[in-house]
Every structure is written in C-alpha cells, then in structure tokens.
C-alpha cells in the first residue's frame, strides 16, 4: 500500500512568496495532521482534521497559515505571505480511528525561504 | 507547562550492543506516550504507544517500559544494528477539555558503529 505523499520535496522561494504544500493520506485514514520541525523548536504539531473537518488548529503559527482539506484523499497547507522564519521540514501524517491511533508520516517537505 | 524531557540527548553504540533511552514528562492529564524512530530525511515511524495502564510494549527489538506514577518512560534496544542509528522521539498526549494536546520531546540521536 502507498503510504502519505507529500509534495513537493523540496522548496526554495524568497520570502513574501506563497507557498502550498501538498499531502495525500493513506486510504481510509480518516484523520489528518500537519506538523513542523525545525532544529531549534523540534516536532510541532500544527493543525488536525477528522472526515475532513479540522478540529484542532490550536498549533498554527499566524495567520499567514492556513490549512485545508477538500476531500478525504488531499489536504494542502498554505503559507502566504512567507517569511524566512518558516523555514523547516513539513510533515502531513494520517491514521485510521482515532487521534491516538498510531500516526503514518510522510517524508516531509523541506521549505527554505530566502 | 507541560513538558517532555529525553536523555541522553546523543549516544553511540557498539552493534549487537543494548542501550536504553529515557523520557520524563511533566504532562497531566495523561493520555498516553509514543516513541517514534526517525531516519535521517524521513518521517517519523511509530514504534509503540502505550496508555496509562500498560507497563510494557514491544515492537521486535524495541521494548517500551511506562511509569505513569514516577512519569518516566524508557525506551530499551535490544542487540542493536546499524538500522537502529536515528533519531527517538518521546511524545506525551494530554486530554484536555478542549481535545487532544501533544507535548514532544527533543530526541535523543543514537548512532550505531562497528
């Protein structure tokens, strides 16, 4: 089975450009999260859906965040306009049945801004 | 504020040799706590999750230990190989009133050699 993809790997753009980050989840997962990790802050979980619908965004930076999830199968996580301090790998991960059920990651999106 | 501590922050090893990683949290009230394997440019693999009322969980060569009254948990390889070198993270989940919070820790880096 195909686990999460993300896209794109990698992202290099100067700061006040948009960027958006893509995640597809694994099949049937009914939960989605997006997280950050940076060398300085560790793992950071960002914002969470449940059957698409986001419960919990308590972890969003600013405003210049945001994330959506149309369907069951893609959610993108946008950051306009972005700043230098965004810099850091990006993971969507999925699970099935619960918030505490184990979580599949993705390989992550490693944004730089300049 | 609720925490999550990881020792030692780094470690090296000989292969075929045993070690053990700790975590201690401060987090209340407690859900439950994951350790995650993550590879050098990947996303985080769970290797347990463990409630409040488990004491023990295994995944192979990994054996998780919990001490919800002391809120010390460790994290316990067994004949290591040179796939154990990584990064382990230790993640508490709090239920709170308001849904689910996850604290993380900083990691603890091992590497394995020869």
């Known amino acids: 089975d195909a686990g999460v993809i993300q896209s794109p790997r990698h992202e290099v753009t100067e700061m006040g450009q948009e960027v958006t980050l893509r995640c597809k989840p694994i099949s049937g997962h009914d939960y989605l999260f997006w997280y950050r990790q940076t060398m300085m802050r560790g793992l950071e979980l960002l914002i969470y859906?449940?059957?698409?619908?986001?419960?919990?965004d308590s972890g969003m930076p600013e405003d210049r965040f945001s994330a959506k999830m149309p369907n069951a199968s893609f959610s993108t996580l946008k950051i306009q306009p972005s700043e230098p301090r965004d810099s850091a790998v990006y993971f969507c991960a999925s699970s099935r049945n619960g918030f505490n059920q184990p979580q599949h990651f993705g390989d992550g999106t490693r944004l730089s801004i300049l | 504020k609720n925490q999550v501590e990881q020792s030692p922050q780094s470690l090296i090893i000989l292969e075929g040799k045993n070690c053990t990683l700790q975590?201690?949290?401060?987090?209340?009230?407690?859900?439950?706590l994951r350790w995650y394997k993550q590879d050098t440019g990947r996303g985080p693999v769970s290797l347990t999750i463990?409630?409040?009322?488990?004491n023990t969980k295994s995944n192979g060569r990994y054996t998780a230990t919990l001490d919800a009254d002391t809120k010390q948990s460790s994290l316990h390889i067994t004949a290591s190989q040179l796939s154990d070198s990584a990064s382990y993270i230790c993640?508490?989940?709090?239920?709170?009133?308001?849904?689910?919070?996850?604290?993380f820790g900083t990691g603890t880096q091992l590497k394995v050699e020869l």
């Open positions: 993640v508490v989940s709090e239920l709170t009133g308001g849904g689910n919070k996850l604290t």
């Open positions: 463990m409630t409040f009322s488990e």
């Open positions: 859906f449940n059957n698409n619908v986001p419960i919990d």
């Open positions: 975590c201690n949290y401060t987090v209340s009230p407690f859900s439950n």
